[in-house]
């Protein structure tokens, strides 16, 4: 079972593209869709629930499209997780109302909320900003290489 469902992945990558565009204008969900390979119909729902969680902007019309309703560095991948599915759980011994019989006897249990809180307080540090930087960066040192190759 996937921790990020695929509808979730494909939200991530959308928000990433209106990051390494924002500043530059709206970013229309055709535009999306072709960009990061998004099935146009399931792109436009996304950016729907992403407007819903105020996330996103929207503009109507011929001219119109998305933009991030905040600066890259204000949003956390949690945020956008939580956006489209609910939040992650590894299991369901450790969500609160779950009913565990052996709950207080389990050995694991713990260590795994230990993982769900790492994990929680990674994506929740984690901003648009920060995958923006790394994608440029990994950008900057290809480009470095082929030039030192080409010498």
Do not use: W
């Amino acid at each position: 079972m996937d921790i990020i469902r695929r509808n979730t992945d494909y939200a991530l990558r959308a928000m990433v593209n209106l990051a390494i565009n924002y500043g530059n204008g709206l970013v229309s969900s055709k535009a999306i869709s072709l960009q990061e390979k998004i099935p146009y119909q399931l792109t436009c729902k996304l950016m729907q629930k992403l407007h819903n969680a105020k996330l996103i902007s929207s503009t109507m019309g011929p001219k119109g499209g998305f933009e991030l309703s905040q600066k890259p560095d204000k949003i956390s991948l949690l945020e956008i997780i939580e956006a489209i599915q609910e939040p992650l759980c590894l299991n369901r011994c450790i969500i609160s109302h779950f009913k565990c019989p052996n709950k207080r006897k389990c050995l694991i249990r713990p260590k795994l909320e230990e993982l769900q809180d790492y994990i929680g307080n990674y994506l929740k540090n984690l901003t648009l900003a920060d995958i923006v930087k790394s994608h440029q960066e990994e950008k900057s040192k290809a480009k470095n290489e082929r030039l030192s190759n080409g010498k």
